[in-house]
């Protein structure tokens, strides 16, 4: 089962299980604008990132989304400002 991670593991950004989330298949975790940033390319892994599924609300209930954040300090598109 898909982990469902809460965030970004470049920026940190949030990412509801409804929203637009890109995942390898380590399932790290990044938004859409990362994602464009990388062009589809795990910086972890190099394999390819391709857009999470949505997991109805229905079924959250009972197979809720994982809580644990994954950050990556060190990620290519860390802006320092
Ligand atoms: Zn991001
Ligand atoms: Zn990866």
């Not at 390819?48 to 989304?65: C, H, I, T």
Request: with cysteine; glycine share 4%; charged share 20%.
């Amino acid at each position: 089962m898909l982990q469902l991670r809460p965030n970004c593991e470049c920026c940190d950004t949030n990412l509801a299980p409804a929203d637009e989330a890109y995942i390898c298949s380590f399932e790290c975790t990044f938004c859409p604008v990362c994602t464009n940033k990388m062009a589809g390319i795990c910086p972890n892994c190099g394999g390819e990132l391709v857009r999470r599924p949505v997991r109805p609300a229905n079924k959250l209930q009972a197979n809720p989304a994982s809580a644990v954040r994954t950050f990556k300090a060190g990620c290519v598109t860390k802006t320092t400002n």
